[in-house]
Nanobody, 124 residues
Framework: QVQLVESGGGLVQAGGSLRLSCAASGLTFSRRAMGWFRQAPGKEREFVATIPWSTINQYYADSVKGRFTISRDNAKNTVSLQMNSLKPEDTAEYYC?????????????????WGRGTQVTVSS
């Protein structure tokens, strides 16, 4: 059974930081890109960041570039998202996802498995 379990969400003031983690099990972690997406109330799910198997050439949405950092530990089957300088507009449910293949993948349809999400709320 494939599981992606996110953790690390919470309530933080604007300007603060949070670190999200995602533990993957039941799937072949190798040769897959991993990604983070988010969905705010009343809005569509949007791409946040992705990292290929090699961990080289991470890619970010313009809205988070320079503030968020995605990383992965292939030995532990985990992926993380360090979020700094948080803004109220970053408030959303954040989802970890495992892609069907490797590469720079920003579209949700490219992702095969999804976690249940973790809530991030940024107060002004």
């Amino acid at each position: 059974q494939v599981q992606l379990v996110e953790s690390g969400g919470g309530l933080v003031q604007a300007g603060g930081s949070l670190r999200l983690s995602c533990a993957a099990s039941g799937l072949t972690f190798s040769r897959r890109a991993m990604g983070w997406f988010r969905q705010a109330p009343g809005k569509e799910r949007e791409f946040v960041a992705t990292i290929p198997w090699s961990t080289i050439n991470q890619y970010y949405a313009d809205s988070v570039k320079g503030r968020f950092t995605i990383s992965r530990d292939n030995a532990k089957n985990t992926v993380s998202l360090q979020m700094n300088s948080l803004k109220p507009e970053d408030t959303a449910e954040y989802y970890c996802a495992a892609a069907r293949s490797d590469g720079r993948l920003t579209q949700s349809w490219a992702y095969e498995y999804w976690g249940r999400g973790t809530q991030v709320t940024v107060s002004s």
